[in-house]
């Protein structure tokens, strides 16, 4: 692919999680920049990944061809507006990865610039197992469409949805869900120790369980999940009464509503940024 120097303004979690994917995979630190407001972070990306950084968001969009927007969504407006005025963002392609902000008000805030592309990845990128939403608008040319796919894929899965309103559904899909994921193991852990194993023994037992159940559903595309489950779950044994307990408390009830809740928080995001 293309190498296009490419700049992360905003050097948190998840453009740490990108940046370090990028490297790992093969993008050349050389072609990566990134720049935040504190020295720390920018400090670190550039100590371990070798990548360029600055304090100026101008100092670096001035040197890339292709921007990426990985500030929190509230404060994007005022970062934004500051970079336009700087009067070196035409023709460049931007690729937002912020929660709840449509391409029509990126392109609001980026004052008329309109080759916006609107993603959607999650902090397993990091690894290189991240999975990325993507939505292009029609404006936007096929040569960049395909760059920015085969950016993401350098840290993982992508899909491309092709109404911008199902991006929100990503987020409830895949960009929050590793912390469901989390919140699920974190349970698990806490009553196992409360059964009686240690904190670390309790740890392995829960994350190797998820490891080889993910790992399952991916060497198995040809079954369906629910297949899978029937497979540990022995006529009248253990398994049964767990998957009866969710049942009783109505698991699925409770992942549709949280879920739910993350399209509202997103679509409330952008009414408000
Ligand atoms: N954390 C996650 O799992 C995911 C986050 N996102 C999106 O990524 C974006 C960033 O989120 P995180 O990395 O989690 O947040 P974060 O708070 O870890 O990182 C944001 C960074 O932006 C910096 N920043 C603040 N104002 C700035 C400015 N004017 N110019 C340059 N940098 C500035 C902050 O100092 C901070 O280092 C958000 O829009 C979020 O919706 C998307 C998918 C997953
Ligand atoms: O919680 C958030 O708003 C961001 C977007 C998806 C993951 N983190």
Known sequence: MQHRKIAFI???????SIISGLVKNGYPASSIFASNP?????????????IQISQSNAEVVAQCDVIVLAVKPQ??????SDLAA????????????????????????????????????????????????LFAPENISTADKEYAGQLLKHVGEIAWVNEESLIDSVIAAAGSSPAYFFAFLEAMQQEAERQGIDHDT???????????????????PQLEISELRAQV?????????????????????????????AVA?????????
């Open 10 to 16: 905003g050097a948190g979690n998840m453009s740490k």
């Open 38 to 50: 504190s020295r720390p972070k920018l400090d670190e990306l550039h100590n371990t990944l070798g």
């Open 75 to 80: 404060l994007m407006e005022q970062m934004c």
């Open 86 to 133: 700087s009067n070196t963002l035409d023709g460049k392609l931007f690729i937002s990865i912020a929660a709840g902000l449509p391409v029509k008000r990126l392109q609001e805030m980026l004052q008329g610039q309109d080759k916006v592309i609107r993603t959607m990845p999650n902090t397993p990128s990091a690894l290189g197992k991240g999975m990325t939403g």
């Open 202 to 220: 309790a740890r392995l037992l829960v994350q190797q369980a998820m490891l080889g159940a993910a790992e399952m559903v991916c060497h198995n």
């Open 233 to 261: 779950t022995s006529k009248g044994g253990t398994t049964a009464k767990a998957l009866e307990s969710f049942a009783a408390h109505n698991l699925s009830d409770i992942v549709a509503k949280s879920m739910q809740a």
């Open 265 to 273: 928080r997103a679509q409330e995001m952008a009414r408000t940024f």
